[in-house]
């Protein structure tokens, strides 16, 4: 039987987004050259060259240190790098394999990120770069955590590393989030896991906007748990994804829903997708506000109100302030995040002219984008 879905088919960049993945102390960065290397007194004090020839699932990694740093630093990045070459990654590779067939990878040490000084590390071709003024107070198992969180992005490069034709399967809060979730799995090897607290699932549930799956890493890792236990295989599922692969679709093959209905409906169990929040005691005014937006709500989105026991892919939440007679108004949806603040009068205005641009450049209008996001699928 034919059924109405909804989906989202574009990517929009967030400002949001961008402004957490600075915040992180590391980012996948492909475009980042490593520049001629620098002869240093620290490089005579590598790790020992392995004797043997590399097993088959064995990664060399290789320490270079292109900045002057204490000898106490440089024996803990070391022997971190060492303990993660011999004892983890030849599991990382048994268990997600090595597409690109990386022999080895180098950890560079620099002494600060150029334009972030308080970045502490960060992926790119084919190494790991430790910012020393960002991780000089590091213990060895936290460089272990970070070189396999970044190891983590190197193997599955080919999930979201890819020339600009290709489609990356993989979005953000999934690269971010896996390689956390699988850091912390390793991480109990060596008692590592405590410094990364997951948030709690109260902790999301009282703000699943901030703390959203889309911000990836520690955010996403209860969501991926989740899904993990809720449909066992999930993790291979998302593995097994290929360049081109529409994860999107992907997904709601398997799921019947797309991530942020699961987010919301049933991760947050919560029952509405649209959520009003009243800053002080709710008033006949406050209620009144309240009814203009459902209003709204159902003159734009009626194929949502019609569909909404099949699939709501967006989150909506109003915040309304009684002091100022001001809105908070936020949209949800697997690929946007939109949050604006404006007076009430104003709300109107902005549903039928507020502009979100797509990824393409495209500037399309957000009551537009809400409902030409909505398709009619073939999906049972
Ligand atoms: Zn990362």
């Not at 890819?162 to 809060?173: I, K, T």
């Not at 169990?269 to 159902?298: P, Y």
Request: aromatic share 12%; net charge positive.
């Amino acid at each position: 039987m034919k059924k109405s879905m909804i989906a989202l088919s574009a990517i929009f960049v967030l400002v949001s987004q961008a402004s957490y993945a600075a915040a992180q102390p590391d980012k996948v960065q492909t475009t980042k050259k490593a520049t001629s290397l620098q002869k240093s007194d620290q490089d005579r004090h590598q790790a020992p060259t392995r004797k043997d020839v590399p097993a088959k699932d064995e990664i060399k990694l290789i320490t270079e240190f292109k900045t002057k740093v204490d000898p106490a630093y440089a024996k803990k990045i070391q022997s971190a790098a060492s303990y993660v070459e011999k004892v983890i990654i030849p599991n990382m590779v048994k268990n997600i394999g090595n597409p690109k067939k990386v022999k080895q990878t180098k950890i560079v040490i620099e002494q600060e990120h150029w334009d972030t000084p308080e970045k502490e590390a960060e992926a790119f071709d084919g190494g790991v770069t430790f910012f020393y003024s960002g991780t000089k107070n590091y213990v060895e198992n936290q460089f272990r955590n970070v070189i396999i969180h970044e190891m983590h992005h190197i193997l599955t490069a080919d999930k979201h590393s890819l020339p600009d034709n290709l489609v990356s399967p993989w979005p953000h809060w999934l690269v971010e989030g896996l390689a956390d979730y699988e850091m912390l799995n390793y991480a109990k090897q060596y008692g590592g896991e405590i410094f990364k607290a997951l948030p709690t699932k109260k902790e999301i549930a009282h703000n699943p906007i901030d703390n959203s799956y889309l911000s990836g890493y520690q955010y996403a890792v209860p969501f991926i748990q989740y899904l993990e236990e809720k449909s066992p295989g999930t993790i291979r599922f998302f593995y097994n994804m290929k360049s081109g692969d529409d994860f999107q679709k992907k997904f709601k093959q398997r799921f019947k829903q797309d991530p942020t209905s699961i987010w919301f409906k049933e991760f947050l169990g919560q029952k509405e997708n649209i959520v009003f929040e009243e800053k002080g005691k709710a008033t006949t005014e406050t209620k009144k506000v309240e009814q203009e937006i459902r209003r709204m709500i159902q003159q734009y989105l009626p194929t949502y109100i019609k569909m909404k026991n099949i699939s709501a892919p967006f989150y909506l939440k109003t915040i309304f302030q009684r002091t100022s007679q001001e809105v908070t108004f936020q949209i949800i949806t697997s690929d946007i995040i939109q949050e604006k603040q404006f007076k009430y009068s104003d709300l109107d205005k902005w549903l039928s002219d507020k502009i979100v641009k797509t990824e393409t450049g495209q500037e399309v209008k957000v009551e537009d984008f809400l409902l030409n996001n909505l398709y009619i699928s073939d999906d049972e």
